[in-house]
Each structure stands twice: as structure tokens, then as C-alpha cells.
């Protein structure tokens, strides 16, 4: 007999040895039907796979995060069945699971068109009718390469020849087709169901790298039900109605280009918006007890060094030789032999400069020091979007130095501030994840548990729900993240908490304690809107550009409705702007119907009305953005409610 626990914690003693299918049964029929693999001690199996000893044991259902996941990488392998199916002599290469689905690259030397998608899917679909039979099979090294090569598959061949010497390889056979695998897989093709969908097309360079060959992706999504891949494509359909970078132009806020990659040329609406976030999050962390400091961009790598950054993150960094440029016509501009600088891609090792200025006290702790520090990481060109992956980027970042027995209530503090500033951008569904330790890390064991459980204790102690994410730490500490949702269901992980142990060791931070001998200082890394492009990108698209007034880049445009209202227009304005309101006024020979439809199209939220008898009677007609309806305010009135509305929520 051998005993399996389960999630719940409960524990069942079973005759073993038996499959993962078969504990499935012994528990009920319904649930092994549904089941998709089994998850054994942590680690994710096929069904087939044989229990014998005793064993943490879950099965996986296509509910579950794991469950999707198989799902995603089943329906990868079906489709490029069905690729060779359809367009023989094509290669398979590879073919991973991404957020919301899949992708797989071929080698094929005719492009696919966007029409053999649709025959892809129903090829796809036929290959679920069929429900073949999917069994891993272990063939040594030289038999897989043997074999690929064989059949032409040059591209899998060269995967299996980067292997070591004498280990054996996981190939799955799913009918008469087979791949390189590591698994795991559903136990036939019949188990995917058909709630899947090709999307897109794109050109990948074999291994990511642009000196080898184009390859041909096709994406795909794919849910546990039809109903889960309805909600999905029409989640994806209000995104592109949503696109930050589309409502951008309408708005007139920013805009990108070749010349600049990956930065960002702000228009003066769209800083509007920049300068109303950054002077809202001022104000909050002042109150918070920060203090705020501006440190270098151009950095020594020697400091790099020091923190580890130049060894394991220096491929993402700018790096910049300290020497003048040769303006001479056949000399080199730069000579190859000059010192190496960097221009920074976090500002932590620079808060360690300024906390290592004069002698620090236990007394001076928690020091809370926050930075608008402009970072630069060297993205590459193809994953740049928007404003939401760029290569120059400001942060609302700060570094908290404290002792270990303050990290609990900072981390309590933090919180609350997050949480708050969240609810005043409109952001009510946030979750929190709580991630420990991962086997390579630095710090002593003891160090660990304190620190996770004080993150842990500040949690509970907020009434704060949170998951835990078991090996998901970074190497110098445990992290909080936070994940938000937006209006249309999606899910971002903007702020963190991050715990370091490490930088201040290798920076050589310290403090006088109580018992006067040197102290090295916890360094929490912490961010609550994390990049400012990003979250304004963010912004963008869960109000659809229609932001509340405290944020909107214009707050109200005075339009006249004939040239009798010119001067009163004036008037109105002058007097709006002297109440600290954003305004325009719009005096252009136009119709008033033509002047509003264009400024609701850029998402002016009050367009104020003057005509000849508004000038006369000292009112406005007024009319918000969304809404058909007007009405009539004297002027006092409209300063008074556009003023109040458009307050920042901290300053109400």
C-alpha cells in the first residue's frame, strides 16, 4: 500500500503500483474523464505514468493554470501535424506555450497566406475527430539525430546534437506523427476538444538570432471550453479597439519612431498627462516619508561589477566608452581601449552611493529614499510595443534601507500605499503573489525564513489575500508582485516588493547599530506604478482614453457658436485657466456640430458651448464627452464642478 495526499491535504492509501489514470478513477469516474495529466510531487506527468511509492499526488483538470497549459502545448503539436499534413517537406522546429496560447515556427521555403489558416484548423479539428493515441517513447541521442536527419527534419536534429553525449531523449508519437518532447502530453489527441484558434502569422529567425535563417510562426490560442475561447477573442477585439497607440493619435499624446527606438517623443498633451501622475505619486510618497533623489545616468562599470549587474544583466545594457570621439576622417571613431561606462538600467546601486555618504545610524532607519530615475535596457528591436515595452524608461522607484526587524512593518506600509494609489486610478481588482525562495540564492537559510515570514506576517496582518509562488524569489530575497485587472479583464504585474539581502553586501552598505559595531541594512526595491510609460500605457486603455478630469490632458474646450461669442469665449477661458484648469478655447469658422464630434473624438471630457445668448445671459451650455445631452450653467457654476472634479482624489 503506498499514500498519496492530496491538495486538500486529506491522504489516501491505495493498492500501488498504479497509473496516474488509475488513482484518477479510485477517486471518481468524472474526475478521470476530465483528467489531463497528474502532478506527482510537484512535477507534471502523463496520466500513464506509474505511482509506486508515496507521493504528494494533484490531478491536473483543463480548469487549472496547469491544465491550460497542457492543453496549449497538445493543441502546438496538433497543429504542426497538421502543417505536415497539409504542406509536405515543411520542418517543425519549435513550438512553446506563450500567455494565452502557443506558437510553433516551420521551415518552409513558399510563405503561408493567411487563408491556409483557416485549412489549418480544420485539418486541426480532423485530427481531434480522429482522437489518436499520443505515447512517449525513449530513444538514445544518436537514434533521434539518426533518425530526424533521416526524414529530413535538420532543425530538430540540431536541437537533439546540442544534448550531451550519452543522455536519452523524450520523443512523443501522437498517430503516425512524432516530435521531440519533453512532455508531458494528453493521453490522445481526442482529449484537446476544439475551443482553439490560429491567429496570426510572423517571420522568426531560427534560435532568435538574426544571422540564421527565417523561419514562419503561426500563433494560436486555445481555452479549456468554447465559451472561455468566445470571451477571449472578444477580449482581444476590445484591446485592438483599445490599442494605446491608436488612441494616442486620435489624442495627440506621443508618438515613436525609427530614428529613436523604443523612446518615447511626448506631444504636449500626452506630458500633461505624465506631469498630473508624477506630481499625484510626489505628493503621496512626500506624505509617505521619502525623500526623493536625482542620480546619474552614465555610470562606471566598476559599479556594475560590484553589484552583479555587469555579469548576468550586461547584454540588456547600454554601454558607453569613456573617451572622446575621433573626428578625424580615416581614423576610427573610437579607439577599442577606453574605459567602459554604462548608462543605467535600475538606479539601486546608485541609492547605495548616496546611503554610503557619511556615517549612518540605526537611529536614521528606515531611510526611504525614491528616485523619477530614467533607466535605459537594451530591448530588442522586435519586442518593442508602444509604450509598453521600451528601451528608455522613468520609474516611480524607491529603496527602503532598514534593519531586519523593520521589514515587516515597511512592508505593511508599502502596501497600504499601493493599494491606495490603485483604487485612485480606478483599479479595484488587484492579487498578490508572494514568492519564496528559489534554489539558487544567496543568504543564509535563517535570513530567509525571517524575511519570508515577515512578508508573510505583513500580509495577513493587512487582511490581505495572496497566493505563494514556491521557487519564484529573486536569487537575493523573496518579492511581492501585484497584478491588476483592467476594465476589459486583462491582467498586468505592475508594482513590487522586492527583499535584498545581497546588494548592500556587495556594495559595502552598513550602519552603526545599538550596539555600536557595523550593521548591514535590508535593501527593499520597491515600485508601485513600476515604469510611468507603461502604466500610462496601461491607462490608456482601461479608460479607452476617456481619463477622469484630475488626468484628461484637456479638461474642458470653450467652442463658440458664431463670432458674437468670441469675446465672452475669452473670458471664459481666461477665468477657467485662472482656476488651475486645463483648457482650450476653439474660435474656428465652424459648425458647433463639427466642433464637438471633433473634440469627442479626442476624448475631450467637457466641450462648453458659447453663442450669442450665453454671452448675453453670463452661461454655457455644457455637454460631456459620452453623452448626448447638454445643460445650461451659468458660468460661476461650471468653475465650481470642473474644478472640484477635477481635483486629484489624494488632495479631496
Wanted: charged share 30%.
Amino acid at each position: 500500500m503506498i499514500n498519496l495526499k492530496l491538495p486538500d491535504g486529506s491522504v489516501r492509501e491505495v493498492e500501488g503500483p498504479l497509473s496516474g489514470l488509475a488513482f484518477a478513477e479510485s477517486i471518481a469516474k468524472s474526475l478521470a474523464k476530465k483528467a489531463l495529466a497528474i502532478k506527482i510531487d510537484g512535477k507534471m506527468m502523463d496520466l500513464s505514468t506509474v505511482i509506486d511509492r508515496d507521493a504528494i499526488v494533484e490531478v491536473v483538470t483543463p480548469q487549472t493554470e496547469d491544465g491550460l497549459e497542457i492543453l496549449r502545448h497538445d493543441c502546438a503539436h496538433v497543429m504542426a501535424e497538421a502543417v505536415q499534413e497539409l504542406f509536405p517537406g515543411t520542418q517543425v522546429t519549435i513550438g512553446p506555450v506563450i500567455e494565452n496560447g502557443f506558437y510553433y515556427d516551420f521551415a518552409r521555403a513558399e510563405p503561408f497566406k493567411a487563408e491556409d489558416l483557416e485549412k489549418i484548423e480544420a485539418k486541426m479539428r480532423e485530427i481531434v475527430d480522429r482522437n489518436e493515441t499520443i505515447t512517449r517513447e525513449v530513444w538514445s541521442r544518436d537514434e533521434a539525430i539518426a533518425y530526424f536527419k533521416k526524414i529530413g527534419e535538420h532543425y530538430k536534429a540540431e536541437i537533439i546534437e546540442s544534448i550531451p553525449a550519452g543522455e536519452d531523449v523524450s520523443v512523443y508519437r501522437q498517430g503516425e506523427w512524432l516530435d521531440l518532447c519533453r512532455g508531458p502530453h494528453l493521453p490522445s489527441t481526442g482529449k484537446l476538444g476544439k475551443a482553439f484558434k490560429l491567429t496570426k502569422l510572423a517571420g522568426a529567425y531560427w534560435r532568435g538570432d538574426s544571422r540564421n535563417e527565417m523561419l514562419q510562426r503561426i500563433y494560436g490560442t486555445c481555452w479549456a471550453t468554447e465559451a472561455d475561447l468566445k470571451a477571449y477573442l472578444t477580449m482581444v477585439e476590445e484591446a485592438e479597439r483599445r490599442d494605446h497607440r491608436k488612441i494616442a493619435r486620435e489624442m495627440d499624446l506621443f508618438h515613436l519612431q525609427e530614428e529613436a527606438q523604443g523612446s518615447v517623443f511626448w506631444h504636449p498633451k500626452g506630458w500633461r498627462i505624465w506631469q498630473a501622475l508624477e506630481q499625484y505619486v510626489r505628493r503621496r510618497i512626500d506624505a509617505s516619508g521619502y525623500v526623493e533623489v536625482r542620480t546619474p545616468q552614465l555610470l562606471d562599470s566598476k559599479f556594475w561589477e560590484q553589484s552583479g549587474h555587469w555579469g548576468k544583466y550586461r547584454e540588456n545594457m547600454f554601454v558607453v566608452p569613456d573617451e572622446v570621439p575621433s573626428t578625424e576622417e580615416d581614423a576610427p571613431v573610437l579607439s577599442g581601449k577606453a574605459k567602459l561606462m554604462a548608462i543605467k538600467p535600475m538606479n539601486c546601486p546608485a541609492h547605495v552611493q548616496i546611503f554610503k555618504q557619511g556615517v549612518k545610524s540605526y537611529r536614521d532607519l528606515p531611510l526611504r529614499m525614491a528616485e523619477f530615475g530614467c533607466c535605459h535596457r537594451n530591448e530588442p528591436h522586435g519586442a518593442l510595443h508602444g509604450l509598453m515595452r521600451v528601451r528608455q524608461m522613468t520609474q516611480d522607484d524607491a529603496h527602503i534601507f532598514c534593519t531586519e526587524e523593520q521589514i515587516k512593518g515597511e512592508t505593511e506600509a508599502f502596501v497600504s500605499l499601493l493599494e491606495s494609489v490603485y483604487d485612485d486610478m480606478g483599479f479595484t481588482d488587484l492579487k498578490v503573489r508572494l514568492a519564496l525562495r528559489p534554489e539558487q540564492r544567496v543568504g543564509s537559510d535563517e535570513s530567509w525564513d525571517k524575511a519570508e515570514k515577515a512578508l508573510e506576517e505583513a500580509l495577513n496582518d493587512l487582511g490581505r489575500e495572496f497566493t505563494l509562488a514556491p521557487g519564484e524569489g529573486a536569487f537575493y530575497g523573496p518579492k511581492l508582485e501585484f497584478h491588476l485587472k483592467d476594465a476589459i479583464g486583462r491582467s498586468w504585474q505592475l508594482g513590487t516588493l522586492q527583499l535584498d539581502f545581497n546588494l548592500p553586501e556587495r556594495l559595502d552598505a552598513s550602519y552603526i547599530g545599538e550596539d555600536g559595531a557595523k550593521h548591514r541594512p535590508v535593501m527593499l526595491h520597491r515600485a508601485v506604478l513600476g515604469s510611468l510609460e507603461r502604466f500610462i500605457g496601461i491607462l490608456i486603455e482601461h479608460y479607452e482614453g476617456k481619463f477622469p478630469l484630475w488626468l484628461a490632458p484637456v479638461q474642458a474646450v470653450v467652442a463658440t457658436i458664431t463670432a458674437d461669442a468670441d469675446e465672452y469665449a475669452e473670458k471664459v477661458v481666461a477665468e477657467l485657466k485662472a482656476a488651475g484648469l486645463r483648457v482650450e478655447l476653439d474660435l474656428r469658422n465652424e459648425k458647433i456640430n463639427y466642433k464637438v464630434r471633433e473634440h469627442s473624438v479626442g476624448k475631450v471630457p467637457a466641450i462648453l458651448v458659447a453663442g450669442k445668448r450665453e454671452a448675453e445671459e453670463g452661461t454655457l451650455s455644457v455637454r460631456r464627452l459620452g453623452s448626448q445631452q447638454q445643460q445650461t450653467m451659468a458660468l460661476a457654476d461650471v468653475v465650481k464642478s470642473l474644478v472640484d472634479e477635477a481635483t486629484p482624489p489624494d488632495l479631496r
